[in-house]
């Protein structure tokens, strides 16, 4: 399987597309089950007209329906995405596809973030003046004719949508199911909506095997504000994860500490190994089952059917933060960084609806 082929199961996977068939029922909405998983056990929701339109950014949004279910509210909340970003973007990925170039996975996540239809955010429900948070989301898409990959086809579900509510089969949707349950169940006075777009990623510069004391300058990719990083120390690093287990875990990798000048926040900027770490692999049965914690705030990922990944929060001040490279099982020769930043291109914003 090639990795652009990877990469288009991805992108359907990032917009909620669903290329199975779909069972030709009546139009039914029940508290929790998405736009698929249709549940007789629970009464259907009653719908409630809203008709509501706003822009954001070059989006528009519509929230036609409300559903009122018996444990809670169900909106439906469709996304008219550019089309001309729609079709710039899917021009791409074919091009990729017949190129049969692969793709890192830093060109995949860049690809992702690039998806038009690729919209991830968090909304709240305002009912009397009372917050529901939405507790259950699903999302599929519509993506036109004149925009489909070739060989590709839409979802029957997402054709139902859109002939329900009547929105343009020529223009790109994401189309997203969202439940919110009750506090406790009531008639609907005032009803507003707050939706909280998600930050974006965006990569960064690379730079590899920094000495202490080197500076480092780059250019926020956002704002295009100059910064710089600066390595206080760079260091290899031998972890003990002995523990009573069958598998082995890799435990050679570099530690670095750092700072970033101007201020950046640790959830707006970080810095990460390009490399992946050794898989976890069968060990002789050992006796010594202590195992060490190097770090409070240190948590380790995975098992032994993937990587694992080492996550240290710990810093030395509000401007000095750590990193642990990949882990391997022979010290590593040598680690390529790369930059991560996250940032919210959209405010959040409450709309009223009732």
Same mark, same amino acid.
């Given at each position: 399987m090639t990795n652009t082929f990877k990469l288009f199961k991805r992108l359907k996977q990032a917009a909620g597309r669903i290329f199975s068939a779909v069972k030709n029922t009546k139009r039914k909405v029940f508290y929790g089950s998405g736009f698929w998983n249709h549940s007789e056990k629970n009464k259907k929701g009653k719908e409630i007209h809203i008709n509501k339109s706003f822009a954001q950014k070059d989006e528009i949004w519509h929230i036609p329906s409300v559903y009122y279910c018996s444990r809670g509210l169900t909106a439906d909340i469709c996304i008219e995405v550019n089309t001309q970003k729609l079709?710039?973007? !899917?021009?791409?990925?074919?091009?990729?596809?017949? +190129?049969?170039?692969?793709?890192?996975?830093?060109?995949?996540?860049?690809?992702?973030? @690039?998806?038009?239809l690729n919209i991830d955010f968090n909304s709240s429900l305002v009912l009397n003046g009372k917050k529901l948070n939405m507790d259950y989301g699903s999302c599929t898409a519509w993506i036109p004719e004149s925009c489909l990959p070739e060989g590709e086809e839409n979802s029957p579900e997402a054709e139902k949508i859109l002939s329900y509510?009547?929105?343009?089969?020529?223009?790109?949707?994401?189309?997203?199911?969202? +439940?919110?349950?009750?506090?406790?169940? @009531?008639? *609907?006075? +005032?009803?507003?909506?707050?939706?909280?777009? +998600?930050? !974006?990623?965006?990569?960064? *510069?690379?730079?590899k095997d920094p000495k202490a004391g080197e500076v480092i300058t780059f250019a926020h990719p956002v704002s295009g504000k100059q910064h710089k990083?600066?390595?206080?120390?760079?260091?290899?690093?031998?972890?003990?994860?002995?523990?009573?287990?069958e598998y082995e875990f890799p435990c050679e990798a570099f530690e670095i500490t750092y700072t970033a000048e101007p201020y950046l926040s640790p959830e707006n900027f970080y810095i990460k190994d390009c490399a992946v770490s050794d898989k976890p692999r069968h060990k002789q049965p050992r006796d010594d089952s202590k195992q060490k914690e190097e770090y409070e705030s240190m948590g380790i990922i995975g098992g032994a059917d993937g990587p694992t990944e080492i996550f240290i929060s710990e810093n030395k001040n509000e401007n000095t933060r750590r990193a642990v490279s990949a882990l391997h099982f022979e010290p590593p020769r040598s680690v390529e960084w790369k930059m991560i930043f996250w940032e919210k291109l959209t405010e959040d914003k409450e709309i009223k609806l009732i």
């Open positions: 079709k710039t973007f !899917t021009d791409k990925y074919e091009w990729l596809s017949a +190129s049969g170039k692969d793709l890192s996975g830093e060109d995949e996540e860049r690809l992702l973030n @690039e998806n038009p509510y009547r929105l343009d089969k020529n223009k790109g949707w994401s189309l997203h199911r969202c +439940s919110y349950p009750w506090q406790k169940k @009531e008639k *609907i006075k +005032s009803l507003s909506v707050q939706l909280k777009p +998600s930050p !974006t990623e965006f990569g960064g *510069i690379h730079f990083l600066t390595v206080e120390e760079n260091s290899p690093r031998t972890f003990d994860f002995s523990c009573d287990s």
